[in-house]
């Protein structure tokens, strides 16, 4: 992933990162930097926070192109989320989805999750969420995605219920300044 262009954000635009962030996680970010990265070959949308690239903004599940291009900060709809570095640095408190270790090695491959890989879901979570996949061992965050359904629907015997959108190993998680 090659940089187009990094640039501090404004204030305003850290109190929206920092709130959406307690507000969804219960994650207090303690940083002195905020960054926004754009790359010249590839969509992701991340913020260096003290130069580790600790957040990332997620389109909405329905937004039209129009509305996906642009800064994401400033454009309407894409939503502050940490990554999985992030969300390993903050461990979230709220919508969480915990896998057991069978479903580890899809979810870290970037695998959808399906039901029967769940221990435990945030009753919280709604459809259409933003959520962190843990592992069950050592509560370590394998994946970012996008609920398909509420948390407490999420345990059961078949079915996806979780989209991935970000995984250990992609090339986002792979990125260094």
């Known amino acids: ?11 305003d635009a850290v109190a929206e990162i ?3 962030l307690a507000e969804r996680l219960g994650v207090e970010l303690n940083a002195d930097s905020y960054e926004k990265v754009e790359f010249d070959d590839s969509d992701w949308n991340v913020v260096l926070v ?8 997620v389109e909405g599940e329905a937004q039209s192109a129009s509305e996906r291009s642009g800064d994401a900060a400033e454009s309407g709809g894409a939503e502050p989320f940490l990554t999985v570095q992030g969300a390993n640095a903050y461990p979230p408190e709220r919508n969480v989805v915990t896998v057991d270790a069978g479903a580890v090695s899809f979810v870290s491959d970037g695998a959808d999750v399906m039901r029967p890989g769940i221990v435990e879901a945030d009753d919280a979570i709604e459809a259409g969420d ?12 394998l994946a970012i995605g996008r609920a398909r359904t509420g948390g407490a629907d999420m345990v ?7 989209d991935s959108i970000h995984h250990v190993g992609d090339e986002l998680f792979e990125f260094t300044i």
């Open 18 to 20: 920092e709130d959406a």
């Open 156 to 162: 059961g015997d078949s079915g996806k219920v979780v």
């Open 130 to 141: 933003l959520v962190a996949i843990a592992e069950e061992s050592h509560g370590k965050v």
């Open 50 to 57: 003290d130069g580790e690239p600790l957040v990332l903004y």
């Open 1 to 11: 992933m090659d940089v187009k262009s990094r640039h501090h954000l404004r204030a």
